[in-house]
């Protein structure tokens, strides 16, 4: 039986990939990175989310997505994402419920898995499992996309671009360029959780290699990132992705596959090692 899956990787990445709103409008007394900055702020009272995703990811290509988070009081994702690409003729769908992760491909999961359209990764044990249910916690940071929306409040050169209209949402646009370096530099003086969430995130821009960021923000009238984009050149090529929040704060139910249609990561192996 083979356990391969081509998508898996694409989904562990997207993962880690933020901010929210709707209204019209920044108030034209603020300075381009006061006005980045009180959005950053009011990322800190977020408990769930709803996202879309859209551009090119180091590796996988081109890709686009859509979520819906949870994050408080406990961690809870679904998410479903196509690697535009990579031949895919179906998106991939992730779950994150109750410490553990799921991933869906429908038919194309099933020819991999002997009918299985579910495959199952039990995160109890893991230490990321064990910093699911804790605000603020690394295992949080690296699944928050709200996280990375704050990303330009590093930048020196912040600039106002325009108004422009976001889905349907009157909004104005900022821009900037920021180093890794000077994005860890811009945290000192947080508060202890905001800048372990941040941190996370620096750490897998580091692995993946990307040093320098293009970024655009897109605050609406409630002072919410309503759209952002990044874009830098990873190791393994670039990455260019915009992040849209369609929703913020509202009820998020996900619920575990059938338990008939799940085969286990942890007793394939345990069948593997027996064999």
Request: hydrophobic share 35%; net charge negative; aromatic share 6%.
């Amino acid at each position: 039986m083979r356990t391969s899956i081509p998508v898996a990787g694409l989904g562990a990445l997207l993962l880690a990939a933020g901010a929210v709103g709707c209204g019209s409008g920044q108030s034209p007394e603020m300075t381009p990175a006061a006005a980045v900055a009180k959005a950053a702020k009011n990322t800190e009272d977020i408990t769930s989310l709803r996202y879309r995703m859209s551009g090119t990811a180091p590796e996988s290509g081109r890709v686009k997505g859509e979520a819906s988070m949870r994050l408080k009081p406990t961690i809870a994702m679904s998410m479903k994402m196509t690697a535009l690409d990579q031949g895919a003729t179906e998106a991939v769908e992730i779950r994150l419920v109750d410490k553990a992760m799921y991933l869906g491909g429908g038919a194309e999961m099933a020819k991999e898995m002997d009918g299985k359209t579910w495959m199952k990764f039990d995160l109890s044990g893991s230490d990321a499992g064990k910093e699911l249910d804790q605000p603020g916690s690394t295992s949080q940071a690296e699944q928050n996309p709200a996280a990375e929306s704050t990303f330009l409040t590093g930048a020196k050169d912040v600039k106002k671009v325009g108004t422009e209209e976001v889905e349907g949402v009157e909004t104005t646009h900022f821009t900037g360029t920021f180093t890794l370096a000077e994005l860890r530099a811009s945290l000192k003086g947080k508060d202890a959780s905001i800048r372990e969430n941040r941190e996370k995130s620096i750490k897998q821009y580091e692995k993946m290699g990307v040093e320098k960021f293009t970024m655009d923000t897109w605050i609406d009238g409630d002072d919410r990132t309503k759209q952002f984009r990044m874009k830098g050149q990873a190791d393994k090529g670039p990455l260019d992705m915009t992040i849209t929040f369609l929703d913020y704060n509202k009820p998020v139910n996900v619920t575990a596959p059938p338990a008939k249609d799940v085969a286990d990561l942890a007793e394939l192996f345990k069948e593997l090692d027996a064999s």
